[in-house]
């Protein structure tokens, strides 16, 4: 059974930086996506970042040269470093694992954590 926990979610004040986090377990295949996606109340869903099992990154335009995503294949984490955060990154936060980044991509993944919330407010 796949189990995605986040963690490290909060509120910080506008230029601020956070590092979410998120612990995978029971997850076998050589091949996936991981990666976050984000909803805002009264916003769809909206992919942030991916990662895939070689290590290739994909980043929404909206968070391109603020946001990190990582992974520890030893830990078995994937991490978001999100950096000069705004309030239009408010939002809960998700972990999501697929083998279709599409599924991902639109808030629709194979897996997903229960979230984690962001608030971005002065």
């Known amino acids: 059974q796949v189990q995605l926990v986040e963690s490290g979610g909060g509120s910080v004040q506008p230029g601020g930086s956070l590092r979410l986090s998120c612990a995978a377990s029971g997850y076998t295949g050589a091949f996936y996506y991981m990666g976050w996606f984000r909803q805002a109340p009264g916003k769809e869903r909206e992919g942030v970042a991916t990662?895939?099992?070689?290590?290739?990154?994909t980043y929404a335009d909206s968070v391109k040269g603020r946001f990190t995503i990582s992974q520890d294949n030893a830990k078995n984490t994937l991490y978001l470093q999100m950096n000069s955060l705004t309030p239009e990154d408010t939002a809960m936060y998700y972990c999501?694992?697929?083998?279709?980044?599409?599924?991902?991509?639109?808030?629709?993944?194979?897996?997903r954590g229960q979230g984690t919330q962001v608030t971005v407010s002065s």
């Open positions: 999501a694992l697929d083998w279709d980044s599409r599924r991902l991509w639109r808030g629709d993944p194979k897996y």
């Open positions: 990662i895939s099992s070689s290590s290739r990154t």
